[in-house]
């Protein structure tokens, strides 16, 4: 489907190496959210941008992870050095639908920290 | 404060058997829920969201405001609908909180 595209779709590092992820969603939605989910367990909210700000992200663990929206469309979320607890999928979905709330995934990007 | 609870973890049924699947949220503005389900490795999809009041693959599910519930409800099961599925509150913050799911295996 058209829609959100994530880079890399696979990501396999070892522990305390740096790795970013990139998010190009789509033309015009100026909300973009980065979510993690860890296998077996409902996605979470890792930040949400408004254009270029940064309006939530309380649950972005900040000593190692960071993120940018610059010029508020592409983003990128790093984390720097990462853990083996990282080992996730990170999502960047989009807003479809009826309302704000409601959000289409893609496959997101599969993390592996060994 | 924004909270979904799915009490189980895992649901096993036999075929054609009725499904039940729980969701309990704690929300105190006007809710909008979602149910997504996952498929053995595939991304995650919308199935319901509770405004359309619509019945996807079978699948219903009614908002029930005095209980806080949102269960995900199917008469008859079929094979196919073996995944995880996931009850996801949106509010005001113009974000989803997902419980942690529930992994419906249907036995033949």
């Known amino acids: 489907e058209a829609g959100v595209v994530q880079s890399p779709r696979y990501k396999i590092i070892e522990k305390k190496q740096p790795v970013a992820f990139w998010c190009n969603p789509i033309s015009g939605h100026n909300t973009l959210y980065w979510y993690l989910q860890n296998l077996g367990q409902g996605p979470e909210l890792l930040i949400r941008y408004e254009n270029e700000e940064a309006v939530d992200d309380s649950q972005l663990p900040k000593d190692r992870f960071s993120a940018e929206r610059l010029k508020g469309v592409d983003s990128t979320l790093k984390i720097q050095p990462a853990e083996l607890g990282d080992s996730a999928v990170y999502l960047c979905p989009q807003q479809k639908g009826f309302s704000y709330n409601e959000q289409f995934f893609g496959p997101g990007t599969r993390l592996t920290v060994l | ?108």
């Not at chain 2, 704690?26 to 405004?51: C, T």
């Not at chain 2, 806080?68 to 996801?88: N, W």
Request: hydrophobic share 35%; aromatic share 12%; proline share 5%.
């Open chain 2, 1 to 108: 404060a924004q909270r979904v609870t799915q009490p189980e973890k895992l649901l096993s049924v036999f075929k054609g058997a009725p499904v039940e699947l729980k969701c309990n949220y704690s929300y105190s503005g006007s809710p909008e829920l979602f149910w997504y389900v996952q498929y053995s490795r595939q991304r995650l999809q919308l199935l319901l969201r509770h405004i359309s009041r619509e019945s996807i693959k079978g699948f219903t599910a009614d908002l029930n405001k005095g209980e806080t519930s949102f269960h995900l409800k199917k008469p008859f099961a079929q094979e196919e609908d073996s995944a995880m599925y996931y009850c996801a509150l949106g509010g005001g913050a113009q974000k989803l909180v997902f419980g942690q799911g529930t992994r419906l295996t249907i036995n033949p």
